[in-house]
């Protein structure tokens, strides 16, 4: 017998396990509750276990085209010099294409390309879910429902229908907020991706394809800060006008109406992904600060492994167990070692800068590189 299933939200994690889904000839029906799909943010860092993620849903070549791949990754002090750096290249040969960079835009568009558009509903925006025998009716806001026997809840950290299976979980504020905007390049040719960690916070500057560039800053505010979101492009200017070059330029180049700012945010690791006939993936299942570049990356690995899991499981529900059990160690491990790298990146205090500055330049690049073959290996080589 036939059986049917949807798919919450259109977000990566959402729109990738269409695609994976749709390749391995399962129908599926996306909810999005915006009235048009499309990327929220500026630019996306992916490695190399995203890549061969993309690779396996036929995408890889695509992808890369779309974007821009660099060889060197550093952290640097406030006055440029380097704390450390990551061979990207060298990374690259072993484990695959890495240090990939892509505006978010361009990523929605081409997955957007390979779904059909009457598999999308968009304006819809489910709230709450009730399960009747088997099947589960889902409930939008416009006063809608859908019948369905299995669903896949991609609708991001704010998941209502994740609140409602787990009423405690917890969305924690890391203790920084976070500006983003893309710029024109103008006259900076740059080609390696970098943070800056200093006494004023944190600068992340990431090149993409068309002579754009992303940048991020990330200053430590209380949640929801009024003054913060107070600030414009000159301001912040002036906060990292004495941080070495291209920064102020770079910043210089920024219209405020390109500006995004979230505080930074994450969901507290949940013991469960997979109840009975629904699954959470991406955001909705672990939502994890962006310090690793590795969000995304996990939603496209989710997307991968569970279709894996589907057309490998006659049985659904064991489907979705079974891509739980391949995913809560590795995903937990992410949110967990993303938001200890964030409060060590955003140490403010000098004495504390120049110990951990003196501490990370004295790693050996051997400590480095096993934390690499950790990120990078996948399960679905
Ligand atoms: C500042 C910042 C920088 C980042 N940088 C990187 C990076 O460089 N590399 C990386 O890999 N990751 C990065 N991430 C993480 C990455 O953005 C997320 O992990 C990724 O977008 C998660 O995708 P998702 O589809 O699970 O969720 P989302 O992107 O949140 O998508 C959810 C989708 O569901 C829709 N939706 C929401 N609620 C409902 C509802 N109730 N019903 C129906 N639809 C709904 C939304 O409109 C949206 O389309 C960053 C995150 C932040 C905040």
Redesign the pocket.
Known sequence: MSKSICI????????CTALALKNKGIEVSV????SE?KA??A?????AN?IKAFDKLGIKAEVIEAGRVLDTFQIRDDKGKTISTINSKAISQKYGTDNFTIRRGRLHSLLLSKIAQEQIHTS????SFEKTGQSIMIH?QDGSQHYTDYVIV????????RKQLIPNSQIRYAGYT?W?AVVDNGPLALTETSETWGPKGRIGI?PLADNKTYW?ACLSAKANDPDMKALKVHDLWDNFKDYHEPIPSILKQTKDEHLLL?D?IDLKPIKQYAFDNIVL????AH??T?NM???????VEDAVVLAEELTQNEDWTLAFKKYEKRRLKRTHFIVNNSWNLGKIAQIENKALILIRNFLLRMTPASVNEKQFGKLYKVDFE
């Open positions: 919450i939200g259109g977000g990566i994690a959402g729109l909810f999005e509750a915006s799909i929220l943010g630019g996306l860092g992916m490695a995203a819809k925006r489910a709230i939008f991609a609708d991001g950290i704010h998941s209502p229908i976070c983003r990431v991020f979230n930074i993936i991406g955001d909705a939502a994890t962006p570049g590795q969000g995304a990356c996990q939603a």
